[in-house]
């Protein structure tokens, strides 16, 4: 997706979507970023810029989440925490928390994989946000912090001695940063480490995700005493709780930082902020320790004309899921089919029907921050009475609009979720005979409002549901539009162990066919 502007500025944020809690290394000229994946499965997702303003989807590192049963339902809000991504004798290192299960580890030679299983590195709970740094001496250390929710301790910082290989400990850890000790301080987490000018430095931010600020402590011991300071806050600007991310240089010696921004239904963007150094050498992050709107770009080489953000639509012109799409939790094999024909083919997954937030076979994709068309087709063959399938905007409320086979044959129907089990219908009608296939139209605002539509194929003219849901997060993150299938449990046939052929409509029994995903942006302007 592209953005006009003056090719010498860029425009906040960077990376208008859900990528919460981003963490950047710089390898010789190019920029690898690491978000949060929560539950969604394939996890871990990596982008790569070569200016810090454009990027692109280039792996998912994590292709199932462990423990691998434990996340074949969705777990919202658990799994992939904030991870960090450095590159050390060769080896790029990806380490994150489950504060459920411990702390992990995966390896590649090249950020675009293969990469490692991961592999436990401190087993425990409550453990998030962990960071690695290697010494001058080539010993490591990881800074993490503390979840409240499962080891009933928070506002601190704590540092452990691991091995070189990041393979096992070899101290207890010590706590390096009581934020109980600093006036105001609370919720501080996401620790990023860092060395330099003979300092051990650690951003990290304070104040909660949608209310704090930044903070950088710096020590010539890598165990404290440490000095801190503020360096990045809302202040007179809109936006709110500027914090967690990444501090990178340039070749040519500019100093940045990446950070994301907390949008609700949006989730959680990024902004690039440049960084200067005090007298005092302290960074200065932004416009005197506030966001920049927008900025002059990074002066660095073969910058594209424009600033761009990772594709979203999809022709399904491939056998392999496009790196744009997740499910909501490990899926099994058989969920989809990709024939390479420009269709995608999801199974009719037998499933109780009772809410599309408990199903992990729902293949989604973060809401964009700005207005934005998603259209696509659905076609809905063969299938048991309570079959479905359609397009679906999830967040802990949810709506969908889409085909259901009934004893009284194939309806259209729009409905929603609010508080709980059990759905509204908002609009339905029943299609003409022969007829199996539908158009599907979702627009979502800048508020977030969202209103569907559809037609059958070759006509013109949409059919409109009013306006009657407004998109809402999800745990930890924004809210996602994917595309289902399900069908009644004991539906036969329900244990495919592989997909439909190309070009083969009987063997499409028992799953539902999508054409190409189209998104369209809107303008950025007036944007909430």
Same mark, same amino acid.
């Given at each position: 997706?592209?953005?006009?502007?003056?090719?010498?500025?860029?425009?906040?944020?960077?990376?208008?979507?859900?990528?919460?809690?981003?963490?950047?290394?710089?390898?010789?000229?190019?920029?690898?970023?690491?978000?949060?994946?929560?539950?969604?499965?394939?996890?871990?997702?990596?982008?790569?810029?070569?200016?810090?303003?454009?990027?692109?989807?280039?792996?998912?590192?994590?292709?199932?989440?462990?423990?691998?049963?434990?996340?074949?339902?969705?777990?919202?809000?658990?799994?992939?925490?904030?991870?960090?991504?450095?590159?050390?004798?060769?080896?790029?290192?990806?380490?994150?928390?489950?504060?459920?299960?411990?702390?992990?580890?995966?390896?590649?030679?090249?950020?675009?994989?293969?990469?490692?299983?991961?592999?436990?590195?401190?087993?425990?709970?409550?453990?998030?946000?962990?960071?690695?740094?290697?010494?001058?001496?080539?010993?490591?250390?990881?800074?993490?912090?503390?979840?409240?929710?499962?080891?009933?301790?928070?506002? %601190?910082?704590?540092?452990?001695?691991?091995?070189?290989?990041? /393979?096992?400990?070899?101290?207890?850890?010590?706590?390096?940063?009581?934020?109980?000790?600093? #006036?105001? =301080?609370?919720?501080?987490?996401?620790?990023?480490?860092?060395?330099?000018?003979?300092?051990?430095?650690?951003?990290?931010?304070?104040?909660?995700?949608?209310?704090?600020?930044?903070?950088?402590?710096?020590? %010539?011991?890598?165990?404290?005493?440490?000095?801190?300071?503020?360096?990045?806050?809302?202040?007179?600007?809109?936006?709110?709780?500027?914090?967690?991310?990444?501090?990178?240089?340039?070749?040519?010696?500019?100093?940045?930082?990446?950070?994301?921004?907390?949008?609700?239904?949006?989730?959680?963007?990024?902004?690039?902020?440049?960084?200067?150094?005090?007298?005092?050498?302290?960074?200065?992050?932004?416009?005197?320790?506030?966001?920049?709107?927008?900025?002059?770009?990074?002066?660095?080489?073969?910058?594209?004309?424009?600033? %761009?953000?990772?594709?979203?639509?999809?022709?399904?012109?491939?056998?392999?899921?496009?790196?744009?799409?997740?499910?909501?939790?490990?899926?099994?094999?058989?969920?989809?089919?990709?024939?390479?024909?420009?269709?995608?083919?999801?199974?009719?997954? #037998?499933?109780?029907?009772?809410?599309?937030?408990?199903?992990?076979?729902?293949?989604?994709?973060?809401?964009?921050?700005? #207005?934005?068309?998603?259209?696509?087709?659905?076609?809905?063959?063969?299938?048991?009475?309570?079959?479905?399938?359609?397009?679906?905007?999830?967040?802990?409320?949810?709506?969908?609009?889409?085909?259901?086979?009934?004893?009284?044959?194939?309806?259209?129907?729009?409905?929603?979720?609010?508080?709980?089990?059990?759905?509204?219908?908002?609009?339905?009608?029943?299609?003409?005979?022969?007829?199996?296939?539908?158009?599907?139209?979702?627009? =979502?605002?800048?508020?977030?409002?969202?209103?569907?539509?559809?037609?059958?194929?070759?006509?013109?003219?949409?059919?409109?549901?009013?306006?009657?849901?407004?998109?809402?997060?999800?745990?930890?993150?924004?809210? /996602?539009?994917?595309?289902?299938?399900?069908?009644?449990?004991?539906?036969?046939?329900?244990?495919?162990?592989?997909?439909?052929?190309?070009?083969?409509?009987?063997?499409?029994?028992?799953?539902?066919?999508?054409?190409?995903?189209?998104?369209?942006?809107?303008?950025?302007?007036?944007?909430?």
């Amino acid at each position: 997706m592209t953005r006009q502007l003056a090719p010498e500025r860029y425009r906040n944020p960077v990376l208008d979507a859900d990528w919460p809690d981003p963490d950047v290394v710089r390898v010789g000229a190019d920029y690898y970023l690491v978000a949060s994946s929560f539950n969604r499965a394939p996890g871990l997702p990596i982008l790569h810029s070569r200016d810090l303003v454009s990027w692109e989807v280039v792996a998912r590192a994590l292709p199932l989440v462990p423990p691998v049963e434990h996340y074949r339902i969705p777990r919202h809000g658990s799994g992939v925490w904030a991870p960090s991504i450095r590159h050390h004798d060769g080896l790029f290192q990806l380490v994150y928390p489950d504060p459920d299960h411990g702390i992990f580890v995966l390896t590649a030679e090249d950020p675009r994989g293969p990469w490692s299983e991961p592999r436990l590195l401190i087993a425990g709970t409550g453990l998030i946000d962990p960071c690695p740094l290697w010494d001058d001496d080539d010993r490591a250390y990881l800074v993490f912090g503390w979840a409240h929710s499962r080891s009933g301790l928070m506002n %601190r910082l704590s540092v452990v001695e691991v091995t070189t290989e990041l /393979d096992g400990v070899l101290s207890a850890p010590r706590t390096v940063v009581d934020g109980d000790e600093i #006036p105001g =301080c609370r919720t501080l987490e996401g620790p990023k480490f860092y060395r330099h000018n003979g300092w051990y430095w650690i951003f990290a931010p304070a104040g909660g995700v949608s209310t704090g600020w930044q903070s950088v402590f710096r020590s %010539r011991e890598i165990y404290g005493p440490y000095e801190h300071r503020v360096v990045l806050a809302q202040g007179t600007t809109p936006v709110n709780g500027p914090h967690q991310g990444a501090w990178v240089d340039t070749p040519e010696g500019e100093h940045w930082f990446l950070h994301f921004q907390d949008r609700g239904v949006f989730g959680r963007v990024v902004h690039l902020q440049p960084m200067t150094w005090d007298d005092d050498g302290w960074p200065v992050i932004g416009s005197t320790g506030e966001p920049v709107p927008y900025y002059a770009r990074p002066a660095l080489a073969a910058v594209p004309a424009e600033q %761009r953000e990772p594709e979203r639509s999809d022709a399904f012109k491939s056998t392999e899921l496009g790196l744009q799409w997740h499910w909501q939790a490990n899926p099994q094999p058989d969920w989809h089919a990709l024939p390479g024909d420009g269709t995608l083919r999801l199974r009719l997954v #037998p499933d109780d029907l009772g809410d599309l937030r408990r199903i992990g076979h729902v293949l989604g994709q973060p809401l964009l921050g700005q #207005p934005s068309e998603w259209v696509t087709s659905v076609r809905l063959g063969s299938a048991p009475d309570g079959a479905r399938a359609g397009v679906v905007v999830l967040g802990t409320a949810y709506a969908w609009i889409g085909l259901i086979q009934t004893p009284g044959g194939l309806h259209l129907l729009c409905r929603r979720s609010i508080d709980g089990p059990g759905e509204q219908t908002a609009a339905g009608a029943t299609l003409p005979p022969g007829s199996d296939e539908v158009e599907l139209r979702v627009q =979502c605002d800048a508020a977030g409002l969202v209103t569907f539509a559809w037609r059958l194929p070759g006509e013109l003219d949409w059919q409109s549901v009013p306006s009657w849901f407004t998109a809402q997060p999800g745990r930890w993150i924004g809210a /996602d539009i994917g595309l289902f299938a399900a069908a009644p449990l004991g539906t036969p046939g329900g244990d495919h162990a592989a997909g439909p052929a190309a070009g083969d409509d009987t063997a499409a029994e028992g799953y539902a066919t999508f054409r190409a995903v189209s998104v369209d942006v809107g303008s950025r302007e007036g944007r909430a």
